[in-house]
């Protein structure tokens, strides 16, 4: 749990594990919540199909409810950024093996969602982060294309004209800060990005930088914190990396993975490249 106003309380109250099934493992967490329903958004990775579908766990005040997948496609789907939009709900989830960034609409929450037209193709666009700030809506996206070595990039989305290809810049090539790790978010009157130090290694830290400037011309960002895997407290358990931070009044969600070896798992994933999974 989280006080209104902070910006983590990681240290002081350990984070409880939100199961996985037997075929399916969360991951990217995002919170949400409608008609004073809290919902976790994640990625499910399916072991038996071999790729990530996005689903929901309700959240009833105590415990999560089982997780439910809403949205599949015949590629890798995760990080489910969740948002709303001019009274609309969507979600851009990264979808980089499509090579096209697109949004999905909830026509009936949390369900049945619509999958709109494309943003943007050609560009294996993955973690992509909205923020609306002074009036304008920015889109924050990571390029794994080879030509743009794994560089963020960031342009204005305007409802009737999507992305504004005349403002997409580059606004970072360090990979300790440049790609996204989950919603920004705003803690009185700052503003705080988000992102994973992948430098080294995938999950090696997540970092919180508060944006200075962000304008049409230029953008300008300081960092304030970041939390490694040996800072985070998980019931007895060891967790060897962290990817994506989201918070919400009352919660903060991280997924992690760690590196104890599972013997059951192991026979899953056999059973699965078998074709033996009922």
């Known amino acids: 749990m989280k006080p209104q106003g902070s910006i983590l309380t990681y240290q002081t109250t350990p984070f409880i594990a939100v199961p996985n099934t037997r075929r399916l493992v969360a991951a990217d967490p995002f919170l949400f919540t409608e008609c004073g329903v809290t919902y976790l958004f994640a990625e499910l990775f399916d072991k038996k199909d071999g790729r990530g579908k996005l689903g929901y766990a309700v959240f009833d005040g105590q415990t999560f409810s089982k997780w439910k997948v809403v949205i599949?496609?015949?590629?890798?789907?995760?990080?489910?950024?969740?948002?709303?939009?001019?009274?609309?709900?969507?979600?851009?989830?990264?979808?980089?093996?499509?090579?096209?960034?697109?949004?999905?609409r909830a026509t009936v929450f949390p369900d049945q969602w619509e999958k709109c037209s494309p943003l943007i193709t050609g560009r294996r666009l993955v973690d992509t982060t909205f923020l609306e700030r002074d009036a304008r809506c920015w889109v924050f996206t990571y390029d794994l294309m080879p030509d743009n070595n794994k560089k963020l990039f960031r342009c204005e989305f305007q409802e009737d004209r999507g992305l504004l290809a005349d403002s997409w810049r580059c606004i970072s090539e360090n990979d300790a800060v440049a790609r996204p790790g989950g919603n920004f978010i705003r803690v009185q009157d700052k503003v705080i990005r988000v992102s994973q130090d992948c430098a080294k290694d995938y999950g090696q830290a997540i970092v919180f930088s508060e944006v200075i400037t962000c304008n049409q011309d230029k953008y300008e960002e300081k960092e304030i914190l970041r939390i490694a895997p040996k800072d985070i407290k998980l019931n007895k358990q060891f967790v060897h990396g962290v990817h994506t931070y989201n918070a919400n009044d009352s919660l903060e969600v991280i997924d992690f993975h760690k590196t104890d070896f599972d013997p059951m798992t192991q026979i899953r994933r056999l059973i699965s490249k078998l074709g033996l999974w009922k």
Do not use: C, W
């Open 72 to 104: 599949d496609e015949p590629y890798h789907l995760s990080y489910p950024n969740i948002f709303r939009y001019k009274g609309e709900i969507y979600i851009v989830p990264e979808a980089n093996e499509s090579e096209t960034l697109y949004a999905y």
